[in-house]
């Protein structure tokens, strides 16, 4: 994936961090100490639609850019920046009978971004 | 990222400035982590949970603290297995002789004694046995009575009986001396002995106290 960087515009995952500190839920969220939010944000135009994340590589998108630009109007759209690669988030927190509780919720933080 | 009207490429809807783009990004990850826990809000604690709980609960689901060792290397675990060597005996009374060397049970914890001992028996009878486990007595020599277990074995065929403590003493200190009385006509306690494919024998569970390592037997 590509992790976005300055004024990049293209299909990139966005670092989002959540510190349950700060949003003071650290009384009954015992482990971790925060939630990797990432999220995938930025433009898949026609000459990386279809090549998600790492897989795309800079003479892959000059070629498909030739071949886009040959066919008539590139339009955008129809290839939206989506997550490729998630992993769970596994919480241990203390219910409301104050048990405490461990669940992996599957596909919680997004490792990796591109285009659809 | 904007665009060139400030709108947002998604959604069309105006871009937020960062503050209310963060609030926004916060009050969806609250929400996402409850509807995935099935809550409506977050608990509400009504009573604290002590520290030494809550260290408890985390060591269950981390395993053993780190640094100790598995079970297993904590002591291995051996069974040593005794043949009988025959005593005195008569025609009800047969006594049986346990040794271990000092060299496989010395400085080793006995955990647990089994007698393995096979019986013919007529069909329909049930055989009463008397099993005396004998320690020596250190004022005069003598074999003094530690212990006594009754059978009642039904059926021909390998039996165990699982011994007490005092065999367990007696194994640790080598030599296990145990005493068979025959409670009725049916057998009798030399029967016990059998042929050498079913002699008597003694497995001994045990745990290396960690001071030497002894290979199996």
């Known amino acids: ?116 | 990222t904007p665009r060139a009207d400030n709108q947002c490429l998604v959604c069309g809807e105006p871009t937020l400035d960062l503050e209310s783009q963060r609030k926004l990004l916060l009050n969806l990850a609250k929400r996402s982590i409850l509807d995935k826990l099935h809550l409506s809000q977050r608990p509400i604690l009504s009573q604290p949970v002590s520290r030494a709980a809550l260290r408890t609960a985390l060591q269950h689901l981390r395993g053993p603290p780190q640094g100790a060792l598995p079970e297993a290397d904590r002591g291995q675990e051996y069974e040593i297995i005794s043949f009988a060597e025959t005593g005195l005996s008569n025609i009800n009374q047969t006594r049986l002789d346990f040794h271990f060397s000092d060299r496989t049970v010395g400085g080793m914890e006995v955990q647990q004694v089994r007698l393995m001992f096979f019986v013919q028996l007529p069909p329909n009878t049930i055989w009463t046995l008397k099993v005396r486990v004998l320690v020596l007595d250190p004022h005069d020599a003598n074999f003094t009575l530690a212990t006594q277990h009754l059978l009642e074995v039904d059926a021909s065929g390998w039996h165990q009986l699982f011994l007490g403590p005092e065999a367990q003493a007696a194994c640790s200190q080598g030599h296990l001396p145990l005493e068979l009385v025959s409670e009725s006509q049916i057998a009798q306690s030399s029967d016990i002995l059998g042929g050498a494919a079913h002699r008597p024998f003694v497995v001994a569970r045990v745990r290396v106290g960690g001071k030497q390592r002894v290979r199996r037997h």
């Open chain 1, 1 to 116: 994936g590509i992790d976005c960087q300055g004024g990049s515009r293209m299909c990139c995952r966005q670092e989002f961090f959540v510190d349950f500190r700060e949003i003071g839920w650290d009384d009954w969220i015992i482990q971790p100490e925060g939630y990797a939010m990432n999220f995938c944000t930025g433009q898949c135009p026609l000459h990386v639609a279809g090549i998600p994340g790492i897989a795309a590589s800079f003479h892959t998108a000059v070629l498909n850019l030739l071949k886009a630009n040959t066919a008539t109007g590139t339009t955008e759209g129809g290839s939206c920046c989506v997550p490729t690669a998630q992993k769970p988030l596994s919480l241990l927190y203390y219910d409301r009978d104050s048990n405490i509780v461990k669940t992996d919720i599957p596909d919680m933080v997004v490792e990796a971004c591109g285009c659809s």
